[in-house]
């Protein structure tokens, strides 16, 4: 890893999104807009969105990055954008922590519009602390963005990598205690869950609508996101090909 080119991608990255338009409103508008949906479908039940509100505040963003990070990295590959980069001096892991890093300032903001709108605007009501939710949400965002570079590798074009969506992300969000709590599951669900990435992005979300303070468990759902994330990106390092047969 080359601090300097990993800089260089990145900021490669960020010009790319500035002079998108359309990709910056799917990272930034759309959950925003999803959540604001869901909050006037439970215009007469607030309980009902104090409760599932903050895991969608998680599970929206998370989706919007994978769908946006698989098909942008799989671009770079079918363009031969990536075959020439990786001519030069720049390693798999330099160009992969670019484009997360270039993505996670992205993340940032994507937390921050959308938390401030949720707990603002929308009326979320939370008993932990909101730096924590925004921490949490941030967290989604890039374990979403990790997911999806890792599957980019795996798609020969921009079809099948949001054929991936389904694929990896919706058994994810059946099985994370959204719809039924994972404790009421069969014990092979129950299992399944307890190694899915998101079971633990919407455990903490609950936590922290019902305790404030910094509880022991939400930090530790917040560690294995992180970790989940981090080994994405090396499984995406190390399975990244040069260009597209």
Not at 21 to 48: K, N, S
Not at 116 to 142: E, K, N
Not at 173 to 181: A, D, I
């Amino acid at each position: 890893m080359n601090t300097r080119r990993t800089l260089a991608t990145a900021r490669r990255v960020l010009a790319q999104l500035r002079h998108d338009p359309r990709t910056l409103a799917m990272l930034l508008v759309v959950p925003c807009v999803l959540l604001t949906l869901l909050r006037y479908m439970y215009d007469g039940q607030p309980d009902t969105f104090d409760r599932i509100g903050p895991a969608l505040l998680g599970v929206f963003p998370l989706l919007v990055m994978f769908l946006v990070t698989s098909v942008a990295m799989l671009r770079e590959r079918t363009s031969g954008t990536l075959e020439r980069l990786l001519t030069m001096p720049l390693g798999k892991l330099d160009l992969l922590l670019g484009y997360a890093l270039a993505f996670g300032l992205v993340a940032l903001v994507q937390a921050a519009l959308a938390s401030a709108l949720t707990i603002g605007l929308l009326g979320l009501d939370v008993a932990g602390p909101t730096w924590l939710l925004f921490a949490v949400a941030v967290g989604d965002g890039l374990l979403g963005m990790a997911l999806g570079l890792l599957v980019s590798a795996f798609a020969a074009t921009e079809f099948q990598a949001v054929q991936f969506l389904p694929a990896v992300l919706l058994p994810q969000f059946l099985l994370c205690g959204l719809f039924v709590p994972r404790e009421q599951m069969a014990d092979v669900l129950r299992w399944a869950s307890d190694v899915m990435p998101l079971s633990y992005a919407v455990d903490a979300m609950g936590r922290l609508t019902v305790h404030s303070g910094v509880g022991s468990e939400v930090v530790t759902d917040l560690a294995v996101i992180a970790g989940c994330a981090l080994l994405a990106l090396g499984l995406g390092a190390a399975t990244l090909r040069r260009r597209t047969p």
